[in-house]
């Protein structure tokens, strides 16, 4: 079965220092790996994703994650948070067998503090 | 663009009322999907139409009924709700209808319809 985990419920960084919210997965096959962000009584938005090649995937307000196969994680980071960047982060992933479905993990709640 | 539009933004109904959540894409997107999402939660699945024709049903009870009238439209009507229902309804689409939107292709979120039943 697929599944994704996102073992904090909350990260706390201050503004100017790294961050890295942590995802791991469990896929059947190659995965195909997604970050989104949700602010406050928002959709989704889609940050980046991994399908193959570079392990390194850069996406969307300077965020990046790197896709780490041996250990089945896929780690959101930025060199330097913003308070702007206080939200609600999900992990996604599909297996190349499942078509339509993406597996949600439970989510990430970073807040950057000034 | 990568824009999905949701109308209305908040909706409050009684448990005897019939309404409709209507969403709307000019991606020329191939797949959409209905989600429903409660606080602090990921989304749920509920519906994927892949080419204006119902692809899956997650289960959902009959008191959520889908309707794609064309390529950029997807609603949502809902009749004799609980409370439980509360809850955000977030619309999304992807590029890929062959297969309901897998492989790699990214589905797009609309902002939701905030849900209420008294």
């Known amino acids: 079965a697929q599944s994704v985990a996102q073992p904090e419920d909350q990260v706390n960084v201050a503004e100017g220092n790294p961050l890295t919210v942590k995802c791991t997965y469990s896929?059947?096959?190659?995965?195909?790996l997604f970050w989104y962000v949700q602010y406050p009584n928002r959709g989704l938005q889609f940050l980046l994703k991994?399908?193959?090649?570079?392990?390194l995937v850069k996406g969307s307000y300077g965020f990046e994650a790197e896709f780490n196969k041996s250990q089945t994680s896929f780690h959101l980071k930025k060199p330097s948070a913003l308070v702007s960047d206080s939200a609600l982060y999900f992990c996604a992933v599909r297996g190349m067998d499942s078509s339509y479905k993406l597996i949600f993990g439970s989510g990430t709640r970073l807040l950057v503090r000034p | 663009d990568t824009e999905v539009t949701q109308t209305p933004k908040h909706l409050v109904m009684g448990m005897t009322n019939k309404k409709s959540l209507k969403c709307e894409q000019h991606?020329?997107?191939?797949?959409m999907y209905w989600y429903k999402q409660k606080a602090k939660k990921p989304p749920e699945l509920m519906f994927v139409?892949?080419?204006?024709?119902?692809?899956i049903n997650e289960s959902v009870p009959s008191r959520f009924s889908p309707e794609c009238p064309n390529s950029s439209l997807l609603n949502l009507h809902l009749h004799a709700l609980q409370p439980e229902d509360s809850a955000l309804y977030l619309c999304?689409?992807?590029?890929?209808?062959?297969?309901?939107?897998?492989?790699?292709?990214?589905?797009?979120f609309g902002p939701g319809t905030r849900l209420t039943v008294l």
């Open positions: 999304a689409s992807s590029d890929s209808g062959t297969s309901g939107g897998g492989g790699a292709d990214t589905q797009y």
């Open positions: 896929v059947s096959g190659n995965p195909y």
């Open positions: 139409y892949s080419y204006e024709k119902l692809s």
């Open positions: 991994y399908i193959t090649g570079d392990n």
């Open positions: 991606m020329g997107h191939r797949a």
